[in-house]
């Protein structure tokens, strides 16, 4: 049974940082490229980041590019979203998916991802 479990959300201010941690288990883990996407209250779920199966290749949404980074720890089967210069835009529930592919192209559908997470929580006050 495949299970990712993200961490480390919470309440911070604008101008903070945060870093999320997805675990995975009960899958291959390094055939697999991992993204995250969020939802705020009341908009669609959107892309934020990807990365390829063995790290290579990573891919950001516009809004996040320069302030987050997506990294990955094949032996730990982790992947992390640090997240810098956070704003209140920024607030919204992310999820860790999870899509068999080990390829350098990262797509940024959600459909295109097979598993997923609970989500956590990130509040980001002004």
């Known amino acids: 049974q495949v299970q990712l479990v993200e961490s480390g959300g919470g309440l911070v201010q604008a101008g903070d940082s945060l870093r999320l941690a997805c675990a995975a288990s009960?899958?291959?883990?390094?055939?697999?490229?991992m993204a995250w996407f969020r939802q705020g209250d009341g908009k669609e779920r959107e892309f934020v980041a990807a990365?390829?199966?063995?790290?290579?290749?990573?891919k950001y949404a516009d809004s996040v590019k320069g302030r987050f980074t997506i990294s990955r720890d094949n032996a730990k089967n982790a992947v992390y979203l640090q997240m810098n210069s956070l704003k209140p835009e920024d607030t919204a529930v992310y999820y860790c998916?999870?899509?068999?592919?080990?390829?350098?192209?990262?797509?940024?559908?959600?459909?295109?991802?097979?598993?997923w997470g609970q989500g956590t929580q990130v509040t980001v006050s002004s």
């Open positions: 998916s999870a899509k068999f592919l080990r390829l350098d192209t990262l797509p940024t559908p959600g459909a295109a991802y097979e598993y």
């Open positions: 009960g899958l291959s883990f390094s055939s697999y490229a």
């Open positions: 990365i390829s199966w063995d790290g290579s290749t990573t």
